[in-house]
């Protein structure tokens, strides 16, 4: 390995970039190691940012993960900051930087490159998106403009409902604002799938803001007495004083595209498991990469700070001869980025929203078809500990073999977690046999003896071992099924499903007799369980039955106003 | 399978017995089942009694999880309460019960017979044992008499500082006792490591409960003036209202003993991973059975209620003739125990401590010796976010190969969520390479893009890796070596080792060479992150340095109140 004085040039100091340059120095204490960064700050917590709108992060400078000076001191790591990179001329291995403060070009030589650009938020080419009060958040000067400009304004409209927009609604609420979501989808947090996202709607306008769903911004216009006129796709027009672009991001892969490097299908830079571009001198990381989705097998441009991190430290390690095809096993795995399984997370009016693996919609898009779904409504811990919230929880897994596929959930306590776990599952090719099995945390204020995990893990497994068949909400308006309500009279009064039979579980064994041998059966109750023991009974006694997956709590989150 | 008939009897109805009932109808309408318990209830909410005697649980009634009507309405399962079962009569295939009601005794044919006892209290034979005021606490009447007990009293003993001591121990001082708790170990929560578990006596201690450590209970009598008074081994004496002896469980194996069922070595009852015992028409499942332990390989008496429940399960599917060897994988993870990681969590006065897997005690009881600790101490979410607090965590891995072995974690925000996702990662057999890649929840408020479980990996992977050598802080006073100290000066005036050098990390590439190159250097910061950075520059400079695993913290741990 002849890395003695290589010299490792990265573009970009946040995130990923800023993990490869510490990495590649721990490695190498004689490498030259040198960081470009177009904006005035390397290393900043992009992910603080809505929160330092919403004067929860109350000072600029916690959000500086580290500086300069520190790179210098603590690395021996050379920072430049508002330095452009222009041009890579592959031949030579020189880049072209520019001084953003003086205009001065120069050109820098490397032994390798790494292309930490990030993405930049998308700006639609609509009328008036230039305006003043049109923000956009992705830099901590973005930040500070929209800070000051919550500071004249009583309203805002953000167009986007995704993980950001919510974040950024969340924060503008809470500065006094009136806030507008438009969202083209017909959901909220386009990520999970619709009836996840429902309790999501319901929570914000609980908090008196606005949704304008299946929407799209069309033009924004300044209005005479001050403030901007918004006019959507349905022809409504909205009224603000600050308009907030959520609409998602795009890979900066322009100085890649211009060197001929290879970019992918979505646009971003395609680099192999060591984050090796199509150059072999050239690597990339982060928000600018397609990386491969680890449960559909696709590539996909995932803009997370986890990954990008991890995608630094397997570039450098790469770069100083690390986990090269002979190498042991744990020297590979410090050299080799799995692909992500996009876990997230978002947290908006005490509600916690959070996704890993497929949803549902990505399995569809993916062709992958035979998965199954189960829905559960656990308390976060024992209903008998006083504060225990519900938590919504959707798994997808295999129908063949009981694999682990995605998890979505939505409560007020102990999402993450859940998530997490599953996550975790996942990530070991885990079956619901194992989330069955697991062993977690217990004790009355922290879960459950069958933690909501367990107990997706247990309702799945009946289902792949065949000792449960579900129906599907979305077919119940197609194979009007007979209904069977196995609830007690007082649940059913505060609403069921029209033209419903109901009969209580604790009366099913006297009065079975009641139901038809000749038709499908669709049962449910509150939440999946007394309809699991009422299909039990009425499988082996021969009726024709399958379950409505997670009860009348389910069917809420499908039809969130009423039927 | 000729199951149509069976008559499945369950001695012990809270549960693993209540599971398994609940399991056996749910695969088979036909059969006759029948639980008996000794006690006036059936599926009762133990873990929630000392929540009940603090009255955090207000109604006794919360504490029912079902009741005799509801096994009789919802599953047709007969339950007779205050009904012992006496003798096994194994050649007829038949038990004797008595009616603790009226005394009459009478016998019962089984063709599966599913023994659930459970454990008793451990009441050691001292002098005043027995005395009014001296309670354990295993029922609903135990926590009710204490309820009772608390009312007239000022003071309170403690016997046993494990789990369900800290939990009496919260829920007295929660109800205006002065309490004292009396611990043979020298530490509390003997089933953690002590160092870990000093942060615990240092909360106990902040809230003014008197400790009492390596002392246990040798008398108690009663005051002329009323009250008890205690002596310890020590030869102190303690005046206490009431006492509460929470010195561990003992299995409930009587019966299957006087049956000539075979005992493990621990005097639990013995059993395969069917959870059948040395009679093929006899299962046993929770507090009364061993367990192997899925680390040491050791057999174990776990009393916990989430393997109890898997348990009871796996023995229904097994009397139904589910998961012979000749099953499908997924029919036999329905009826193989495949034994315990001993996950266990505790809250106390707003501190979580948890632990999965092996202890380091455990480890070296069990004689495994390649094994490598590292110890971190990350906070619940970003240090930017307002609201973080540290989380105390040590990894427990083999040195060899990575393999997870054991985890424990305390702190006041974010306990349960880390140690869950490790416990997830060793029952899946994964390695300290996959918590380093591990993909996990990240937003501001609910972690970092690090999360502390990929943190953990990522040292735990130097170690194994060979980028990072570990000091061990219990050698320090025996190796006395050459002490380097990398922190910033306003935190070495807070405290430091004595004769420790120190070079902040900043200064350290131009001080280095103030360094013996002769002797062995052992290095800590704060947390350990620094340090690390300091041993990598160090070792490619060509120094003899190891690491202070997790910094003065760590060490603080060790050493809780001054050294």
């Not at 924004?220 to 308009?243: K, M, Q, W, Y």
């Not at 879960?447 to 792949?464: F, Q």
């Not at 419903?500 to 999946?528: K, N």
Request: aromatic share 6%; charged share 25%; glycine share 10%.
């Amino acid at each position: 390995m002849s890395d003695g004085r290589k010299r490792i040039l990265i573009v970009g100091g946040v995130a990923g970039g800023a993990s490869c340059a510490a990495r590649a120095r721990r490695l190498c204490e004689r490498c030259e190691i040198v960081i470009f960064d177009r904006g005035p700050y390397v290393s900043f917590a992009n992910c603080g940012l809505p929160y330092y709108v919403g004067d929860v992060i109350e000072e600029e400078e916690a959000l500086l993960v580290a500086t300069p000076e520190r790179f210098r001191d603590r690395f021996d790591i050379q920072v430049h900051t508002e330095t452009e990179v222009t041009r890579i001329d592959r031949g030579a291995r020189e880049i072209e930087v520019r001084d953003l403060r003086s205009g001065e070009t120069r050109r820098e030589a490397y032994d390798a490159l790494v292309l930490s650009p990030g993405a930049e938020a998308v700006r639609p080419p609509l009328p008036g998106i230039d305006l003043p009060g049109v923000f956009v958040l992705r830099t901590i000067p973005d930040s500070r403009r929209i800070r000051e400009a919550v500071q004249g304004a009583s309203r805002a409209l953000v167009v986007g409902g995704g993980f950001i927009g919510l974040e950024m609604t969340e924060n503008l609420v809470r500065r006094g604002l009136d806030v507008t979501v438009v969202e083209l989808a017909e959901q909220l947090l386009p990520p999970l799938d619709p009836e996840m996202a429902s309790p999501v709607a319901a929570r914000l306008r609980e908090h008196a803001v606005s949704l304008r769903l299946r929407q799209s911004l069309e033009s924004l216009e300044e209005r005479p007495d001050g403030g901007l006129l918004a006019r959507t796709s349905s022809g409504e027009s909205i009224e603000t004083d600050i308009a907030i672009l959520a609409i998602g991001v795009r890979p900066l892969a322009a100085l890649a595209r211009e060197a001929g490097l290879e970019l992918g299908s979505r646009g971003g830079i395609r680099v192999d498991e060591q984050m090796r571009t199509s150059d072999p001198d050239i690597w990339a990381v982060g928000d600018a990469v397609e990386v491969r989705d680890v449960v559909t097998g696709s590539m996909q441009l995932v803009p997370l700070a986890g990954p990008a991190n991890r995608q630094g430290r397997i570039a450098a390690a790469t770069i100083l001869g690390r986990g090269g095809a002979e190498a042991e096993p744990r020297e590979r795995s410090a050299a080799r980025f799995r692909g992500v399984q996009a876990t997230a997370i978002c947290g908006v009016f005490d509600l916690t929203i959070a996704i890993t693996g497929a949803s549902e919609k990505s399995l569809q898009r993916a062709g992958i078809e035979r998965y199954a779904k189960v829905y559960l409504h656990p308390g976060s811990h024992v209903g008998y500990y006083p504060g225990a919230s519900p938590i919504h929880m959707k798994l997808l897994f295999s129908s063949e073999d009981g694999r682990i596929l995605g998890a979505q959930a939505v409560g007020e306590a102990g999402v993450a977690r859940r998530i997490d776990v599953i996550a975790m599952a996942l990530q070991m090719g885990g079956t619901v046999f194992d989330l069955e099995e697991a062993e977690l945390c217990y004790a009355p204020q922290f879960g459950a003896a069958k933690d909501p995990v367990n107990v997706a893990g247990m309702i799945a497994a009946n289902i792949v071992r065949g000792d449960l068949s579900l129906a599907r909400w979305e077919e119940l308006e197609i194979v009007k099924p007979l209904l069977l309500d196995v609830r007690d009279p007082a649940e059913v009064k505060k609403g069921q499903l029209s033209e419903a039979v109901h009969i209580p579980l604790s009366e099913l064994r006297r009065r079975h007799e009641e139901l038809p041998r000749d038709r499908e059966i669709w049962i449910y109750c509150a939440e999946g369980q007394r309809s699991y023991y009422a299909n039990r009974f009425l499988t082996q006694k021969g009726y024709r039955v399958r379950n409505l997956p997670g009860g009348y709590k389910t069917y809420r989150q499908f039809r969130p106003k009423s039927r």
